[in-house]
């Protein structure tokens, strides 16, 4: 089935710094790629939208310059959370979908536990 | 009105219960429907997806689908303690369209 692999599964950082984490769709090509916020107890809230070779796509409320994506090749997405503050410890979750099969549904990544002390 | 409504829990069954999950939603724009499973500090794992009115079965798990009341369910039969988790529904207006997530119900099963 298809697999997508998030790394690092956790991070803790101190605040100012910058944290970087990889979504990759490991058998499988995916020309988008979703990203996910997830608070403890709540369900998925979607941040941004990913596409290979071109901006993405941010939902309401969603810094832009904060939260930064790069999806540089069919097989790999960023996220990167730029100037980190506490409130932006959460879980953070990649998401991608088989380009070239028909109605293929969502697969999601482990997560990564973002700590900024 | 929230697009989709999912009663939180927690559910708690014993062992070898049939579990019943449901969810309601609004938006009759929806076509694909699809039931996560998800362990805590984990991400989502996909049990069932489907995109048309009626009944899918996989292993203990049957996925239903009601697009004329806009419900849908999701049984497992037989449950197990591994059962144990957060289920989510999810659908979607198309194929490459964005998820809209149910919050979740919690579910516990005893031995």
């Known amino acids: 089935g298809a697999v997508v692999s998030q790394h690092p599964s956790w991070v803790i950082c101190k605040s100012g710094t910058s944290v970087k984490i990889e979504c990759r769709s490991l058998?499988?090509?995916?020309?988008?790629m979703f990203w996910y916020r997830q608070f403890p107890k709540q369900s998925l809230m979607l941040m941004a939208t990913?596409?290979?070779?071109?901006?993405?796509?941010?939902e309401q409320g969603v810094e832009k310059d904060k939260f930064l994506i790069n999806h540089a090749s069919l097989t790999l997405s960023t996220l990167t959370v730029t100037s980190a503050h506490p409130e932006d410890s959460s879980f953070y979750i990649c998401?991608?979908?088989?380009?070239?099969?028909?109605?293929?549904?969502?697969?999601f990544g482990n997560g990564t536990r973002l700590t900024v002390t | 009105q929230k697009e989709v409504e999912q009663d939180p829990g927690p559910l708690s069954v014993p062992e070898g219960a049939i579990v019943s999950l449901n969810c309601t939603y609004s938006?009759?724009?929806?076509?694909?429907f699809m039931w996560y499973r998800q362990y805590s500090r984990k991400g989502p794992e996909l049990l069932m997806y489907?995109?048309?009115?009626g009944n899918k079965e996989d292993g203990r798990f049957t996925a239903q689908v009601d697009k004329s009341s806009k419900y849908i369910s999701l049984f497992i039969r037989d449950s197990q303690p591994s059962d144990s988790a957060t289920y989510l529904c999810?659908?979607?207006?198309?194929?490459?369209?964005?998820?809209?997530f149910g919050t979740g119900t919690r579910l516990q099963v005893t031995l």
């Open positions: 998401s991608a979908r088989d380009s070239g099969a028909h109605n293929s549904p969502l697969h």
């Open positions: 058998d499988f090509q995916a020309t988008t």
């Open positions: 990913s596409n290979e070779g071109s901006k993405a796509t941010y």
């Open positions: 938006n009759s724009a929806f076509q694909y």
């Open positions: 489907t995109y048309s009115s």
């Open positions: 999810a659908m979607s207006t198309g194929t490459a369209s964005k998820l809209t």
